[in-house]
T-cell receptor
Framework: DSGVTQTPKHLITATGQRVTLRCSPR?????VYWYQQSLDQGLQFLIH???????AKGNILERFSAQQFPDLHSELNLSSLELGDSALYFC????????????????FGPGTRLTVT | LAKTTQPISMDSYEGQEVNITCSHN???????ITWYQQFPSQGPRFIIQ???TKVTNEVASLFIPADRKSSTLSLPRVSLSDTAVYYC?????????????FGSGTKLNVKP
């Protein structure tokens, strides 16, 4: 158990709909990352939040957005869903970095499997 | 632009030592090299991290040459349960090290 929780575990929805995925980081971790993993594909970095502020965006579609709340949990919002958005969505957390040398030890949640029909 | 390059797949037999090499020619001075293991439908799990020379823990060893343009993950005496995808990870210096690229990973298949 990594200490990172994600809800829901599974989500089935129709094209055009909007869904929200939720992530609670490990206690004490300030950084939250979101990744997308389609079938037989590697992990695609979507977005990184550190202590409530957006730090970096990866290959995140404009239809997708995220936020990190004061209690450090994060939500990933996916709208106008398309069939191609079906994937595993992982959240990861880490202590984060504020300068100097960087440690990239991230702890991943179990993922949310999204199926768009 | 790929940040890391790894073999797509490798086969091994139980009890053998497995070495997976990752190329990261554009690694930045402050970057650490981190390896993760992922089983199907599970989130990746941290294995080991290093900056230079050699790092060893209870699971694996990580060898990093002086130029740091590559690294090798060494798994001693693998078992069937080590069958997984292994990712090599370095930071993205173009965006203040806040983006992370996992690359395509290496699918290790351990046979009995």
């Amino acid at each position: 158990d990594s200490g990172v929780t994600q809800t829901p575990k599974h989500l089935i929805t129709a094209t055009g709909q909007r869904v929200t995925l939720r992530c609670s980081p490990r206690s004490g971790d300030l950084s939250v990352y979101w990744y997308q993993q389609s079938l037989d594909q590697g992990l695609q970095f979507l977005i990184h939040y550190y202590n409530g502020e957006e730090r970096a965006k990866g290959n995140i579609l404009e239809r997708f957005s995220a936020q990190q709340f004061p209690d450090l949990h994060s939500e990933l919002n996916l709208s106008s869903l398309e069939l191609g958005d079906s994937a595993l969505y992982f959240c990861a957390s880490s202590v984060g970095s504020s300068g100097g040398q960087y440690s990239y030890e991230q702890y991943f949640g179990p993922g949310t499997r999204l199926t768009v029909t | 632009l790929a940040k890391t390059t790894q073999p797509i797949s490798m086969d091994s037999y139980e009890g053998q030592e497995v070495n997976i090499t990752c190329s990261h020619n554009n690694i930045a001075t402050n970057d650490y090299i981190t390896w993760y293991q992922q089983f199907p439908s599970q989130g990746p799990r941290f294995i080991i991290q290093g900056y230079k020379t050699k790092v060893t823990n209870e699971v694996a060893s990580l060898f990093i040459p002086a130029d740091r343009k590559s690294s090798t993950l060494s798994l001693p005496r693998v078992s069937l349960s080590d069958t997984a995808v292994y990712y090599c990870l370095v930071g993205d210096r173009e965006d203040n090290f806040n983006k992370f690229y996992f690359g395509s990973g290496t699918k290790l298949n351990v046979k009995p």
